[in-house]
């Protein structure tokens, strides 16, 4: 069976997508999340794009023991060496270069012909090889690139030393069957392409990310780009959760597999769907709340008689955690760290020491524990945690109808401020007693609140977005008290943001 290498493109091309940018202690939670998941590869980012992307990918690169690093630059020497800068203290460095083939790339963005093209090529790919041993080169849509100029670019970067050879759908619009062929085409038609990796990269413009990235691992390619809930450009791209257990599932249909831990793919997809503040739709394949529940009255019926009737996944295999009440109040410590295990939480002897307590305090609030609790807690545990420049302490709401006011109360640098505001409701009112307190006029972007469990004593998780010019950060609360959770989650969100390095 051929292994199928997983590069993981959620802090690049996810994070360049609206509404994604991160925190550098929200990239280093979800790379750490991806090397224990077992990706292969983690794009961090495109060091030359910033300072702050720069520092991202270095911190990245320092953080990642097994999975190579790859940093995205264009075919320019600054851009070469600010990436190389970037990654060389990873264990395994890779520069990932890319140029545009399309002719309308080509006429239109580059101004320039294809034998220009091919030179540039040439002349990058062996300047990347005179630094790094494993050099990426990417043809931007590849998947409307005529085949002949396609053969003989992936000939001139294999030729000048290129390792990998990426063969992007851009602007997903290619088909399954055209993939197949364009993979087919190279792999007959290029001297030496039995010594480089040939991968995917394909946007689900379409819907068809993941469908034309499996045709193309049927046509001999090695290497699928993806990003965790599919997060990316426009609509996406292929879904790493999905890769994996279509690879996992019909293992006989590809002869291929990953070294991706699919029991930690829920919980590292509900971690990066926590870090940008987006709910997952209920039928998302795999990972979505209802992608393991049968409702008909006749699936039902099959499903008790033999789960294999409607059931090809089993949930436990994606750590996928079941609503049954499984802890109480006695529960010891060996008992929770064995669940936490099972799903997908690898936890240091410190960790447990460390969120126990937590937990415990949960129990005494809330009569029955669900494993949908204990994730909302581990994750507000194992998480980094940005520095609390200011911490809650204390607040006091009262509220009639359309009116109400909040006293909050702050804590920073041994000080405790306080302030009183009055709003539409108490938790506009307890906003805006944050902000008199910081003195930040940040803008709210988006505020949501849901219940991370089932049950009137459920936990709250709350979401706010707030901005400050370009910049979005996304904070988080969770408490079995909606004021609560959205006033921490407000808190959250102003120490990113008042920390954000652009
Ligand atoms: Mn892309």
């Known amino acids: 069976m051929n292994k199928i290498l997983i590069f993981d ?8 997508s609206p509404g994604c940018s991160m925190h550098l202690s929200e990239k280093l939670d979800i790379a750490e999340a991806l090397e224990a998941l077992g990706v292969d590869v983690i794009e961090a980012g495109f060091p030359a794009a910033s300072e702050g992307e720069f520092k991202a990918v270095q911190s990245i690169a320092a953080a990642c023991k097994n999975s190579a690093v790859a940093g995205l630059c264009r075919c320019k020497k600054e851009d070469i060496d600010k990436t190389y800068a970037a990654i060389k203290g990873a264990a395994h460095p890779r520069i990932h270069i890319f140029i545009a083939t399309s002719p309308v790339h080509l006429e239109r963005k580059l101004h320039i012909d294809q034998n220009r093209c091919l030179e540039i090529i040439d002349e990058y790919t062996r300047y990347a090889r005179s630094l790094a041993g494993d050099v990426q080169f990417s043809f931007e849509d590849a998947s409307r690139t ?12 294999v030729l000048a030393g290129a390792t990998t050879i990426n063969l992007p759908d851009t602007t997903g ?5 055209e993939t197949y062929r364009m993979v087919d085409s190279i792999i007959n038609n290029v001297d030496g392409i039995e010594n480089v990796v040939l991968s995917m990269h394909c946007h689900n413009d379409l819907g068809m990310a993941v469908a034309n990235s499996l045709a193309g691992v ?28 279509a690879l996992k599932t019909r293992e006989n249909a590809f002869d291929a597999y990953t070294d991706v831990d699919s029991k930690k793919l829920y919980r590292t997809s509900r971690l990066v769907s926590s870090v940008i503040g987006v709910k997952l739709p209920p039928n998302k394949a795999i990972v979505g709340k209802n992608a393991f529940v049968h409702e008909s009255g006749i699936h039902q019926h099959g499903i008790m008689q033999d789960k294999a009737t409607y059931e090809i996944i089993n949930p436990e295999a994606v750590g996928m ?26 936890l240091t002897e410190e960790q447990i020491n460390a969120v126990f307590p937590a937990y415990k305090e949960l129990a005494d609030r809330k009569k029955e524990i669900t494993r949908a609790d204990i994730e909302a807690l581990l994750a507000g545990h194992t998480r ?21 006011s909040a006293s909050v109360v702050l804590q920073t640098e041994g000080k405790t401020l306080s302030d009183k ?25 988006d505020y949501q609140l849901h219940s991370v469990s089932e049950g009137k004593d459920a936990l709250g998780e709350a979401t706010v977005k707030l901005a400050d010019g370009d910049v979005q950060t996304t904070g988080k609360g969770i408490s079995t008290d909606v004021l609560e959770a ?9 120490n990113k943001l008042l920390q954000y390095e652009a």
């Open 9 to 16: 493109t959620t802090l690049r091309d996810g994070e360049q």
């Open 218 to 245: 049927a046509a001999g390619a090695r290497q699928v780009e993806c990003t965790v809930n599919g997060i990316g450009e426009r609509a996406g791209n292929a879904a790493l959760e999905e890769i994996v257990m």
């Open 146 to 157: 005529p085949i002949d100029f396609l053969t003989k670019a992936t000939q001139t970067a």
């Open 421 to 445: 505001m009055s709003g539409d409701g108490p938790i506009d009112a307890g906003f805006k007693a944050i902000s008199a307190i910081t003195g930040q006029s940040f803008k709210l972007i």
């Open 173 to 177: 619009y290619a088909t399954p069957q």
């Open 384 to 404: 980094r945690i940005v520095k609390r420049i200011y911490a809650l302490k204390d607040y006091e709401v009262s509220a009639y109808k359309n009116s109400a």
């Open 486 to 494: 959205s006033l921490l989650a407000y808190v959250d969100a102003t």
């Open 321 to 346: 955690p079941q609503n049954e009440l499984l802890l109480g109040k006695h529960s010891g410590k060996h008992a929770f760290a064995q669940l936490a295990d099972e799903m997908g939480y690898s």
